[in-house]
């Protein structure tokens, strides 16, 4: 209706129309927080949100800086408030007259109402709304947008309050385990596609081998959003535990699901940009696990095939960092001993640091070992993956280095890497880093190929949820522990050599 | 584990058995409330509603009274923070530093979040957490029961904000239509029979009639609160509007669906007493309505048969204090005309009157017909009922001031009568008054045994609900209306009269 996206509008008076359309969308914007309830505002915020969808880009932005800076606080009231509750004296312990704390109590709930932005009214009818919590996810994806371009406070203010609502209103106790299979209906079936972030789906075939024989699809679904899963986790039933994503992307045949003993997590996708920093994970794998395990008892491993996303940048940030340091380490003090200094460490064995010192005449001239390191890892086109001599001199260090990442590189006492903290939250523990697991651009990018498998042991999720969460002890294999005491042995006898 | 419960334990020491329970749940509360956020909260939680499960009446009341108190505001925080944003400027109209507006919005946004009670983050808990929905209600039904006997102003306003939370909780939106049949669970039939608020069910028998041939049961679930309908409505597919509810429930046989033409919704229930005050109705009929439409499109009439809870209570009230006024009148001014007082209302006609007066020695006696009818309704086991003479008498001016009660009483601009204001928001009109429609003692003694049925026309719903709400305009059928008008149109003669 006029909302000059139109071309026959376009060619009358298009920013004239447009202007028609946003006042009206703001006018019923304007409705669907001041009218009293009723069935009627029913009417009111369908208009709402259709208005909203119809408006550009601009407008939406202009739509949501009104909705921030004039649907605020009253601020004139929270004055009056605070005056009236400073005027009270505070309660004593004994026990005081009823009416006097009745006051209280009420002039408390007062200016805690009041201290509610008017917008809150908008983002309550929405939730109650048919359609509404979809919507605000959507409005709060464009609001992010928006933010991420320009900081706006009074936006920034709206978009952590609407976040509190929506963690509120997406208890994981009213999400519902849905298995998705091909019988699922096309427009679930093309958001699964859509919103696949950590291994694309290229093709319908491939899709369907992922809802097919040997695997499972599994999404979180709000009843107030029906057809949309908010998560989804896809599952390959394997034989072992997979060591590279191609085996489980591309196995043909598939295992036959009577041989299968394991149960592969290979992806976890969120489908609302709006819902992020939500935690929607919370539960889905333990779930997923009940049930596989009820449905096929012969399962006995639950394992995920888990990209690393923060790999690379660590190391290539800690690579150009170190580098640095022994480079300057080494133009003052030219004949000192480099492990003295306090601030710089050889993140390299002594033995890596000459391989890749005696790759080529170009890397001998180079300062050290990390920044030759530093160089072939930014390669254009990650060419380094093609040459087996390249391949066979990094592996060493940087599985060595991978593990040191995952396991004892830390931010507030939890593992640095988002996805490695989120199996151990979940009580899962690190059971394998496996090389050239994940050859894609992607895959190289974050991790310089390089993927874990967690596994989470059905006896034990409690209790390594528990002491990660109380300690921030992760649990590791033997294996993997051993990878790392080479290093701490290796440090050990620099130290004392020295 | 030892909450003083079993007999075994009570031989021993129950009090401090007792005691210990006690201590232990306070304990687990104290934890599900302090502890930072982790998957082991689960355990806490479950540790502290298991606990709540097994404490005696008197514990219950003794910790809901600790939360409400321990558990409330940090009311020096608040005063702090009041101090800081007082310091503040008002931000003003012209753009200010993004800076200066940051700190501001931070501010406020901490004020809010300090003038949240600490109970708060348990109620937030439980709500993600699995049962704790239910949980919540449970403990406020305790609340509501408590606050009944002893109005506690802490506990009122612990009772007030859990409210306000449930209702944020429980969006309609999420709510899923479930049609509730005879291969449901018994332990969902089992709250049907116990939850029966309208026409409680007598027995198995009478159960499976109302899930049967010719019936249907509809309720609301909620996801968190799964195999219980939050509220149900039961549906009788008849060829006719019925008149008496005697002939809905004990129709037999019931009426071939095929040849059934009107859908009459006969009850509705709540099931939870902790979500008093949650109008969880709402959409019900509307949902119910366009579901019955599309399974059977012969039904062309949509209508309730509905008790009028608060009419006897209005009546008797208008009969004592009218009846009190015109004795006054008369003492004081024998000979003057009773029409003239401003106060005073004869909500008889005269041939009613002179009816209810020479229907013995006994009523001739009295003062007026009011207090005649006073009599006789407030009588003993409503002996009213069993005589055709006094039914007679009393037929036309029950029915009259029936009429009157439902369109004309109002209470804020809406209809005084809950059920009538809870059709009329929904989009019904009222349509037909039965006389003796419900013989059973609680519709004897709710609206002396008038029913009353509601029409949704399909075409009408949303007209009606929007006039209703702006303008308390009550839709009638004529043949209502004409009731109506009779006594208009007596009023104004008696008035031509004087």
Redesign the interface.
């Known amino acids: 209706m006029g909302d000059g996206g139109g071309e026959g509008n376009r060619v009358l008076s298009p920013s004239s129309n447009n202007m028609r359309a946003f006042e009206q969308v703001r006018e019923s914007m304007h409705s669907a927080i001041s009218m ?1 309830k ?3 505002l029913d ?1 009111v915020l369908s208009d709402f949100s259709e208005g909203y969808f119809s408006l550009s880009p601009e407008n939406r932005r202009k739509l949501l800086l009104i909705l921030a800076k004039e649907y605020d ?1 009253n ?1 004139v009231q929270v ?1 009056q408030l ?1 005056n009236q ?2 005027s009270l004296e ?1 309660p004593k312990d004994t026990v005081e007259e ?1 009416g006097l ?2 006051t ?2 009420r002039i ?2 007062n ?2 109402h009041s ?2 932005p008017l917008y809150e009214v908008l983002f ?1 009818r929405l ?7 979809k919507f605000l996810s959507i409005l709060r994806a464009d609001i992010l947008c928006i933010l991420a371009e320009d ?4 936006l ?2 709206l978009d ?2 609407l976040k509190e609502k929506l963690s ?2 997406l ?6 385990l849905h298995q998705i299979t091909w019988d699922d209906s096309a427009s679930l079936l093309e958001k699964i596609v859509a919103y696949e972030a950590v291994h694309p789906i290229s093709n319908l075939i491939d899709l369907k081998r992922r809802l097919g024989v040997g695997r499972r699809c599994f999404g979180y679904i ?3 959003i029906p057809g949309e899963p908010l998560i989804f986790i896809e599952v390959a039933l394997l034989k072992n535990v997979a060591q590279t994503i191609q085996e489980v992307l591309w196995d043909n045949p598939p295992t036959p699901e009577h041989e299968a003993t394991c149960a592969l997590f290979y992806s976890i996708s969120s489908t609302q940009p709006g819902l992020a920093g939500i935690n929607l994970g ?2 889905l794998i333990k779930r997923v696990v009940t049930l596989l395990k009820k449905d096929m008892p012969q399962i006995s491993t639950f394992a995920t095939l888990s990209p690393i996303p923060g790999f690379m940048q660590w190391l290539l940030s800690k690579l150009a960092s170190q580098s640095k340091l022994a480079e300057l380490e080494a133009s003052s003090h030219p004949s000192a001993d480099r492990s003295t200094s306090s601030f710089w460490e050889n993140i390299l064995k002594q033995e890596e640091e000459s391989a890749l010192l005696s790759l080529s005449e170009e890397f001998a001239a180079m300062n050290n070992g990390m920044e030759v390191m530093l160089h072939i890892l930014t390669s254009k086109n990650h060419d380094w993956k093609n040459s087996p001599e390249l391949l066979a001199v990094l592996k060493p260090p940087l599985m060595r280095l991978c593990a040191r990442y995952l396991l004892q590189e830390k931010k507030r006492g939890k593992a640095l890497d988002s996805v490695a903290n989120f199996h151990l ?3 899962a523990m690190v059971q394998r880093i496996n090389w050239m697991a994940d050859r894609s651009e992607k895959g190289l990018q974050q991790s310089g190929g390089i993927m874990v498998n967690y596994v989470y042991r059905l006896g034990n999720i ?1 209790e390594y ?2 002491s990660y ?2 300690t921030g002890h992760i649990h590791a294999s033997p294996d993997l522990l051993h990878q790392l005491e080479v290093v701490i042995f290796f440090l050990k006898e620099i130290t004392r050599s020295t």
Chains 1, 2 share one sequence.
């Open positions: 009293n009723t069935e009627v009417t606080l601020r004055r605070i509750y400073l505070l009823e704390l009745s209280f109590y408390e709930r200016l805690r201290l509610q309550e939730n109650t709304h048919p359609g509404g919590l900081n706006i406070a009074s920034r203010a952590s309050y509120t209103w208890s994981p106790a009213t999400l519902e709000h009843p107030a919370k539960f939250q979940n009580g409690e949820a528990q969460f109380s």
